[in-house]
């Protein structure tokens, strides 16, 4: 059997990593086609070497644009190294725009997809990755779904029959990168002393488009009574640079986004998270740290349960929660236990 992965963006490299490795133990022929959204070495080509990726067969370097142009740009050259691959199965992560490339490129020349990560919603039809991900899933033959909250969304729009509950992959690898570099011993983080700073990433649209938003998100982040890892995507930055925001200040202190197992040991070794990223939120709650999250919903409602998230799209009194105690506070185990790629391999192959 053969599987080919559509990937382009940093969160899906990690969804990636498991995923590669289940296949290969399964004896699973894998080509990984790379359409090249995030080309940054830091964004890319890090992941792949400590998440020990194999490097992806084809690169397209489609590089950034609008979200049309990236699309169709990706749409075009996904076809004929599908037509030349002849896979069983087209396997794409999550919601991005590399996601839905993937996925039309398939279904146009008729071949399987598989989607994982199929069923989160936002309900938010502004947000481009809710676009994504209700196209991919509604086109996809195969829906591969991280949770059973999931898996109700999927049976509420008629896609029961072609969903199967898996977990979720990106617990595979957060447990396991926990669980090494706990092993190795917790190193300080940008000179931060463990246990006396916030990690914080802001990069979607929505709040950083808007000149005001971005600036009392900064002003907010400035202010708060504990040091914060500010992890700066380029879009932060060049959208700081453009509306004159300055992000060194107050309690912020700005370093570049992180490789994976540095980012988990970074995450481990704070008080909190404050972040608009969805990965983030689901990774702080497997490692038992509280998160702060700066929009007005989450398709990982399962981390709201006795606020180890809480959502606060507002700023106001984010100084007095970011770094709450939650000490004693119970977790259940909604995404598994980390074996969900093997689940994966198990169900493409049959
Ligand atoms: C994309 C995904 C988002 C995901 C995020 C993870 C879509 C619609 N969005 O957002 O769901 O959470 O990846 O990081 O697919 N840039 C660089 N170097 C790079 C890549 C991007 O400098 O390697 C800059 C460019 O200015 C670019 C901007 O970042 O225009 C945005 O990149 P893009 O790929 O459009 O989306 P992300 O914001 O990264």
Redesign the pocket.
């Known amino acids: 059997m053969k599987v080919l992965s559509v990937v382009?963006?940093?969160?899906q490299f990690v969804k990636l990593a498991p995923v590669a490795e289940a296949l290969a133990e399964a004896g699973v022929e894998h080509v990984i086609v790379h359409t090249g959204?995030?080309?940054?070495a830091g964004?890319?080509d890090v992941f792949f070497a400590d998440l020990r990726i194999p490097p992806p067969d084809v690169n397209l370097a489609i590089?950034?644009?609008s979200?049309g142009a990236?699309t169709g740009a990706m749409l075009a050259q996904i076809e004929p190294v599908l037509l030349a691959a002849d896979p069983d199965w087209v396997l794409v992560y999550?919601?991005?725009?590399?996601?839905l490339a993937g996925t039309l490129a398939a279904v146009k020349v008729h071949l399987r997809v598989a989607h994982l990560e199929a069923g989160l919603r936002s309900f938010n039809r502004r947000m481009?990755?809710e676009h994504?991900r209700v196209l991919t899933d509604h086109a996809a033959d195969l829906l591969l779904a991280p949770t059973t909250v999931a898996m109700a969304h999927l049976a509420d729009e008629g896609l029961a029959a072609r969903s199967v509950l898996v977990g979720d992959v990106m617990a595979d690898v957060c447990l396991r990168v926990r669980d090494k570099v706990l092993g190795e011993g917790l190193a300080s983080v940008a000179g931060l002393a463990p246990d006396g700073y916030l990690v914080a990433t802001i990069?979607?649209?929505e709040n950083t488009d808007d000149p005001a938003r971005l600036a009392d998100i900064v002003e907010a982040l400035a202010g708060m009574p504990v040091p914060v890892l500010l992890l700066a995507?380029?879009?932060l930055r060049?959208r700081c640079a453009a509306f004159g925001i300055e992000l060194s200040r107050g309690a912020i202190r700005i370093a570049d986004p992180l490789p994976y197992p540095e980012m988990v040991a970074a995450v481990v070794g704070s008080v909190g998270v404050v972040t608009d990223?969805?990965?983030l939120q689901k990774e702080a709650f497997l490692l038992g740290r509280p998160c702060t999250t700066l929009r007005t919903e989450t398709e990982w409602v399962e981390t709201l349960e006795d606020s180890w998230n809480l959502l606060l799209p507002g700023l106001g009194g984010l100084a007095e929660v970011a770094a709450r105690d939650m000490t004693g506070v119970g977790q259940a185990q909604p995404y598994g236990s980390g074996q969900a790629a093997r689940a994966v391999a198990r169900v493409l192959a049959g």
């Open positions: 382009g963006a940093r969160p959204q995030h080309y940054d964004l890319s590089g950034s644009g979200h990236q999550g919601d991005t725009n590399s996601t481009p990755e994504n990069h979607r649209a995507h380029p879009r060049a990223s969805g990965g």
